[in-house]
């Protein structure tokens, strides 16, 4: 375990720890993984992250394992199901807009093979680097996330505003948005130059 100090989040919240240090920034090019991380960071508006993170396993039981083509099949009976779940995030809006979304996205892939690559076409298929020195320095939107929001919600997707957009860049590891104090940051920039090449 590595010392608090090294780390760019100051928590004392294991859940949080782990998802810093095992998740948060690495590169992810599965589509259900980046599916889920949309569809959190979608329910996280208007709540804490730290919240999403503990109702998160009952959201993906909920979610079928955030599985788009599951989902897409979800009927409004369903819908109301998942409303009345312990454990989940008890939102229509963003229930709705979830099932939405997973339709959505198997069109995606019919049209560009895979969600993965429209999604990483924002950063041109490579992780951006911010080199970031304090927290202050973290922006809550950027021109890729705006373009990346603007994208998506022509296409008809929800909760997907630019700030959504840029935290889930930040949970993807679209870009290293790990501070360059942190353990982390080498650690995530090393991985990106090797799946680079």
Known sequence: MQHLSTRCWSTQNPLYITYH???????????????????LEGFQAGLTWELILIRREALKSAFAGFNPKT????????????LNKPGVIRNKAKINAAIKNAQILLQIQNEFGSFDKFIWQF???????????AMSDMPAETDESREMSKE??????????????????????????????????????????????
């Open 21 to 39: 240090d095992e998740e948060w920034g690495v590169p992810v090019h599965d589509d259900t993984k980046l599916f889920e991380l949309l569809t």
């Open 71 to 82: 989902m897409a099949e979800f009927s409004e009976t369903d819908a109301q199901d998942i």
């Open 123 to 133: 950063v041109n298929g490579k992780p951006l680097d911010q080199v970031l020195k």
């Open 152 to 197: 998506l919600k022509r296409r008809g997707f929800k909760f997907v505003g630019p700030v959504i957009c840029y935290a889930f860049m930040q949970a993807v590891g679209m870009v290293n948005d790990h501070l360059t104090s942190c353990f982390r940051y080498k650690q995530i920039q090393k991985t990106n130059k090797t799946h680079i090449q």
